[in-house]
């Protein structure tokens, strides 16, 4: 089925650092890719999106692109602050299957230190 | 514009006792999910519900009860609680597209005892 794969374990950098975490799928048909953030105490937030191949969802400073050539979706971003601690979860979506129900990966805490 | 409300935030039980959450979303949102959130295990599908008086078992659907009498409205019930449902639980709403993603509630922190 339809799955997608973080990074293990936490991620630990300091403020103004480059951040990377990466993210690999699997999947049967062309899924829409997604980036969701979780703050402390609070729900999941849609932080951004692509719906196609070699498309760039952005939104905040952050950045992921689709890559259907190594099934990829890492995100990025240039300078991170200490108000980017946060929990990350890479998820897809695979109309294939008539439904549009999320896959979503395990998630990377990231602490960032000032 | 509200989005995705869960009621109640906290909750204690005592083991047996019964209890329902409630969602309700204002979007018009066909599906609704209800998910858990464990320490190490990621978001975990409980049921789930593609329109108005249809559900639909996810990944770990034992102990729980779900409803959905109004498109609005998505109520997740425990009949007899135990301590392994402590968690975090969330609800979460999207249209039929694919690639609208999901909204989420701010989520349900519930402890058994």
């Known amino acids: 089925g339809d799955s997608v794969t973080q990074m293990e374990g936490p991620v630990t950098l300091s403020e103004e650092a480059f951040l990377t975490i990466n993210c690999t799928y699997t999947a049967t048909g062309y899924p829409s890719l997604f980036w969701y953030v979780q703050y402390p105490g609070e729900g999941l937030q849609l932080l951004l999106k692509a719906t196609k191949a070699d498309d760039k969802g952005s939104n905040k400073g952050f950045e992921a692109t689709y890559r259907k050539e190594t099934t990829s979706f890492h995100l990025e971003k240039g300078s991170v602050q200490v108000s980017d601690s946060a929990v990350y979860f890479c998820a897809l979506s695979d109309s294939y299957y008539g439904n549009n129900r999320l896959a979503f990966g395990k998630g990377n805490q990231v602490v960032v230190i000032p | 514009n509200a989005g995705v409300t869960q009621t109640p935030k906290f909750r204690v039980l005592k083991t047996g006792q019964s209890m329902t959450l409630l969602c309700a979303q204002d979007m018009n949102h066909e599906y609704m999910y209800w998910y858990r959130q464990d320490p190490g295990m990621g978001l975990r599908l409980i049921h789930y519900?593609?329109?108005?008086?249809?559900?639909a078992k996810g990944e770990v659907p034992d102990g729980y009860n779900v409803s959905r009498l109004k498109k609005q409205n998505f109520l997740l019930g425990l009949e007899s609680a135990a301590p392994s449902q402590t968690s975090v639980y969330f609800c979460?709403?999207?249209?039929?597209?694919?690639?609208?993603?999901?909204?989420f509630g701010s989520g349900t922190r519930l402890t058994v005892v």
């Open positions: 519900s593609v329109g108005e008086g249809t559900t």
């Open positions: 979460a709403s999207s249209p039929w597209r694919p690639d609208y993603g999901y909204t």
